[in-house]
């Protein structure tokens, strides 16, 4: 089950400003099906980045993206658009602008099978449209990176040297070919 935010004690559902790393945390754990609106097939775009970083972390991730559907992008298949999904999602990340972000979660919302979270990119804010997801029962994210929650939240970020705020004794993972990856899902 995925969790929702309104229960905090805070009212983090009507207030975007911050954020309880636990809730977070939580909904990155319980995601697990990501559809990733706005990706790139440029890996100098941020989308591109997130959308490797969010496979490698064992999340199925669809590319969205109408002008590159039918594509493959890190041996996904991209789609033009929410309603060609292959299936139900529980997340869905907006990696376009805020104006952009309602009809998105509009479309999101029109699914047959809505997802439990909206997340929307650093720099992308639309409180209308939040409102309109919260509503209806979905969890919204807005703001912020799941790939840096990630990494924050798991201590890789702090392994390259930047405060991630979060101490750990938790030894890192070697993964494959020796790099050194932390995650969410270890106590």
């Known amino acids: 089950m995925i969790p929702t935010l309104d229960s905090a004690p805070d009212g983090i559902a009507t207030c975007h400003d911050r954020y309880d790393d636990a809730n977070v945390r939580a909904l990155l754990k319980a995601a697990r099906t990501i559809a990733l609106v706005g990706a790139s097939a440029n890996p ?13 972390r064992g999340y199925d991730v669809t590319p969205v993206n109408p002008g590159l559907a039918g594509q493959d992008l890190l041996g996904k298949a991209c ?3 929410l309603a060609d999904l292959p299936g139900p999602v529980d997340m869905v990340e907006i990696f376009r602008n805020s104006e952009a972000a309602g009809p998105l979660v509009d479309e999101a919302l ?3 099978q809505p997802p439990r979270i909206i997340w929307m990119q650093l720099g992308v804010r639309n409180d209308a449209a939040a409102a309109r997801a919260e509503a209806a029962g979905v969890t919204v994210i807005m703001n912020r990176c799941p790939k840096i929650e990630y990494g924050r939240l798991s201590g890789e970020i702090g392994w390259t040297g930047v405060n991630s ?3 750990s004794a938790k030894k890192p ?3 494959g ?4 990856r932390l995650t969410i899902d270890r106590p």
């Open 177 to 180: 070919r020796g790099v050194q």
């Open 79 to 81: 789609v033009g658009r």
């Open 110 to 112: 029109a699914l047959p």
């Open 44 to 56: 100098a775009r941020p989308s591109w980045i997130v959308l490797k970083y969010l496979l490698a």
């Open 165 to 167: 705020r979060i101490i």
């Open 173 to 175: 993972v070697l993964a």
